[in-house]
């Protein structure tokens, strides 16, 4: 482990600024930092098409993956020019980008193009499926299944790659620097979707190189500031600086993830000084960290909220009184005063404010309302029969203790729920045994509701992808909302969504918005942003 | 001597044959092992399809044959979650968790017979008390306890040692120091009632009367009686070389096996668990073969008795 001093924090952080191209080859005095995370990857891979999770954004971006349009992680998460220099746009369903030049892949090789044209293909992205996704869900064949040693697509990749990409139909090389994306319908919401999660680009000559697509996705050569030198799944992943990278030297040699899966190891490692950094701490354990003045704890809400999804073919939850009962069982405030120790809020319902002009604002989560709870239980008809609730064990900061509050105040309305702990996601959403009642998280990869409810609760969103739900008439808005270019038939699409999605026939409800803490140095110079990513570029580094 | 032999080694395949037969039952019926190679996000039909392909639609115990026929063939299965040898991922942990028992049994050896003994030849004395009320204390305190408190005064208060991680010898002395302990403990307490047992015997009393010497009616006749009930002990120790540090490699971030059976667990990576069950329950079965034909070496009246059956 590599002891860092503030004097080295400084000079480096400095050096990393100043330094011409020329002294690269020079004696490398960066400091290698170490960060100690609860997971590291749940998929064990680093393929963004593959860990959509929030433990992936961290160790993702602003490190290793990068897309043509970028989030600026430290300035309200604005969108911002990243490989792209500019954009325009041709039509309602294309658009125009040209490239930054000179962008180096960690494999010495410049981007181009084709690299873009070949990230969004379809032996990268697509497979087989078609671009004229709107509306319905999208069908994966699935024959010819490869095992894991070939270079075969995974099934599950088309379909993520479609939810976020649902008509895209194809990447026109213009020039080399040039490239023209042409959706197979209207859509407002293309520059964000270049900002998402998940549209971030790859070396084409590295993809057709890998042995295997596993092979791949342990290491992929990306265009980020920091490249893969090492990935042990479940222990460790180490990032090394790219020095050609285009935004310049990076400020750090090595960044170390360590996965350590208990908190009060990662807190003992931090104040050890074996890590510099702490992530994924409870908020009850901030106070007594900051107790000792040489750490302190940043972080806050992030564009995620907490949710639970609810299965609407179970025998109980088809009557959607039951549901809306459930919804307004709950005291989410009191939730966030006890156990947030009021460090996040009751968001209002599945959006956030950086919507902008799209907001819904006289919108609210389910009002607290015991009495409706059980007037609407009553009118259902509701015995008391038993509803499931899967859950793992914290995978969110205080998801048991949440859902055990959850369970109490459902039952204080006559609500008979029961906690079933599950080991992980495939179990979570396993269509064998009783279905009922799950945890989830929604985020917003960017500022439309086309990027949460639509990508999460539309024909191709998880819950109707694995069987949970389905709503003729949301489904039908979901379309508007990703292919009308009327603002105001747009927004009245998203309030329908809304009202269809979180009060008349719920599949979800919000519970509180996320928020992540991390522990750190006092003296490192380096500010946590709005979300789980965590910027190391020279920009957030010892200034 | 060589039906004493096949005995032991016909139980040993037998023992196997049960986990192997074991691990194959309780894992299919814990989950489908489809639903854990695919991803969530797939649809039904390849999921289906991935069962024909792998014959997850057979009948179990044709699957069941099919599986024992491949562990004959030293086919352990492929990781559903790395896509590759479950026996190539164990191999890989296996040398960071020898790293950690090997040590901490010859810590558990050096320190918890000797005291064991000391504390029997001096009972009732301060000495005797001491080393029990250690002994109770290390056996009752469970090792992730234990570890915490050594990382909280050594690594964090003193800040000697590492309090996690794999990088160098250094990181590996609180977890064997928190493994060891706790076997010390224990053998520290059986070491004492097996010398007890044995001093009391009429034949130490018939040596000494016959004007043996203490310290060589204790060298002769007492520490190679006393030694069986120990060598049992030990003999459960060395099997659980592979698999005994589960809880301490957790706490201490130490990437053995026992973290990835953790981890395999929880994913249902069938293949990674059985294998590790197999290793483990090969590695107890060996122990106590070897266990068996210690005790005929350490007492002849056994090996006599087994010739004779």
């Known amino acids: ?543 | 001597m060589l039906r004493f032999l096949g005995t032991r080694l016909a139980r040993a395949l037998l023992t196997l044959v049960l986990v192997v037969t074991f691990a194959f039952v309780v894992l299919r019926l814990s989950g489908d092992p489809a639903l854990l190679i695919m991803s969530a996000d797939a649809p039904p039909e390849a999921i289906a399809a991935f069962r024909r392909a792998w014959g997850l639609d057979d009948p179990l115990w044709v699957q069941y044959l099919r599986y024992f026929g491949a562990i004959l063939h030293g086919d352990l299965g492929q990781s559903m979650r790395d896509g590759r040898g479950a026996i190539e991922l164990v191999a890989e942990r296996v040398p960071a968790t020898l790293a950690l028992t090997l040590p901490a049994l010859l810590i558990k050896i050096g320190l918890g017979i000797p005291a064991g003994v000391y504390a029997a030849l001096h009972r009732n004395s301060w000495i005797d008390r001491g080393v029990m009320f250690l002994a109770v204390a290390g056996f009752t305190v469970p090792s992730f306890v234990l570890g915490l408190l050594l990382v909280l005064l050594f690594a964090v208060q003193l800040g000697w040692l590492p309090s996690g991680g794999q990088e160098s010898w250094r990181h590996a002395v609180l977890p064997v120091i928190t493994l060891g302990m706790g076997g010390a403990a224990v053998l520290a307490r059986f070491t004492r009632s097996a010398m007890l047992e044995v001093l009391g015997q009429p034949y130490m009393r018939t040596a000494l009367a016959k004007g043996v010497p203490w310290h060589v009616a204790v060298r002769r006749h007492a520490l190679p009686n006393a030694a069986i009930p120990t060598v049992t002990i030990v003999g459960f120790m060395v099997g659980s070389l592979l698999a005994g540090a589960v809880v301490v490699e957790s706490v201490f971030s130490w990437p053995g096996v026992g973290r990835l059976l953790v981890v395999a667990v929880s994913n249902r990576d069938l293949a990674v668990v059985q294998c590790i069950l197999l290793l483990v329950a090969a590695t107890m079965v060996t122990a106590n073969l070897v266990v068996d034909l210690l005790y005929g070496v350490l007492d002849p009246r056994l090996r006599i008795s087994a010739g004779r059956t």
């Open chain 1, 1 to 543: 482990m590599i002891d860092i001093s503030r004097r080295a924090l400084l000079g480096a952080g400095a050096s990393a600024l100043v330094l011409p191209r020329f002294a690269l080859a020079q004696a490398d005095n960066r400091p290698t930092i170490s960060i100690a995370v609860q997971k590291i990857s749940n998929s064990n891979t680093l393929e963004v098409l593959r860990e959509q999770s929030n433990v992936g954004e961290r160790i993702f971006f602003s490190s290793l993956w990068e897309g043509l349009i970028g989030r600026a992680w430290l300035d309200e998460l604005k969108t911002v020019p990243l490989l792209a220099t500019e954009w325009k746009r041709l039509s309602d369903s294309a658009i125009e980008l040209k490239l930054r030049p000179g962008v180096k892949f960690h494999n010495g090789d410049e981007m181009t193009a084709e690299d873009i044209a070949f990230s969004f293909g379809s032996s990268r992205m697509f497979g087989d499926t078609p671009a004229t996704a709107q509306g319905r869900t999208i069908p994966v064949r699935g024959d010819g299944i490869p095992t894991r040693a070939g270079r075969e697509l995974p099934p599950e990749i088309p379909a993520v790659a479609r939810r976020s990409w649902p008509a895209l139909e194809r990447v026109e090389v213009v020039d080399k620097y040039t490239v023209r994306f042409h959706n197979a319908s209207p859509d407002v919401t293309l520059e964000g979707r270049l900002a998402r999660y998940g549209s971030e680009i790859i070396s084409r000559r590295a993809f057709a190189e890998a042995g295997t697509w596993f092979d791949w996705a342990r290491k992929p050569v990306t265009t980020g500031p920091y490249k893969v030198v090492e990935f042990r799944p479940d222990q460790l992943l180490v990032l090394e600086a790219h020095d050609e990278y285009w935004g310049g030297r990076p400020p750090l040699k090595r960044i170390r993830f360590i996965e350590v899966p208990e908190v009060p190891a990662r807190i003992n490692m931090l104040r050890s000084g074996e890590v510099q950094f702490a992530c994924d701490i409870p908020p009850d354990q901030i106070g007594a960290i900051e107790g000792d003045t040489k750490y302190e704890v940043q972080g806050g809400t992030i564009l995620n909220h907490r949710i639970s999804v609810f299965n609407q073919s179970h025998a109980v939850l088809k009557d959607p009184r039951v549901r809306r009962a459930m919804t307004h069982a709950l005291d989410r405030q009191a939730i966030v005063d006890s156990l947030w120790a009021g460090r996040t809020v009751v968001p209002k319902g599945l959006q956030w404010d950086y919507y902008g002009d799209m907001m819904v604002p006289d919108w609210a989560a389910p009002k607290y309302d015991p009495k409706e709870a059980q007037n609407l239980l009553k009118a259902a008809g509701y015995k008391g029969d038993p509803i499931p609730y899967r859950l793992l064990n914290n995978y969110y900061t205080n998801q048991t203790p949440t859902a055990q509050v959850l369970v109490e105040m459902w039952k204080a309305v006559g609500l008979n729920v029961q906690i079933e702990m599950k080991e992980n996601w495939t179990q979570i959403l396993d269509r064998n045994g009783e279905r009922g009642v799950y945890d989830w998280s929604a985020s917003a990869p960017f500022n439309d509701p086309v990027s949460c409810i639509v990508n999460q609760f539309g024909p191709n969103g998880q819950a109707q992808q694995v069987g949970m739900w389905s709503n003729e008439e949301s489904n039908r808005m979901a379309v508007v909302l990703e292919t009308s270019t009327d603002h105001a038939e747009r927004k009245k699409a998203f309030r329908r969504m809304l009202e269809i999605c979180e009060r008349e026939d719920p599949v979800y409800q919000v519970l509180h918005q996320n928020a992540t803490f991390t522990a750190k140095r006092r003296d490192i110079k380096w500010k946590a942003a709005p979300a789980f990513a965590m910027e190391f570029r020279a920009n957030n580094w010892g200034g």
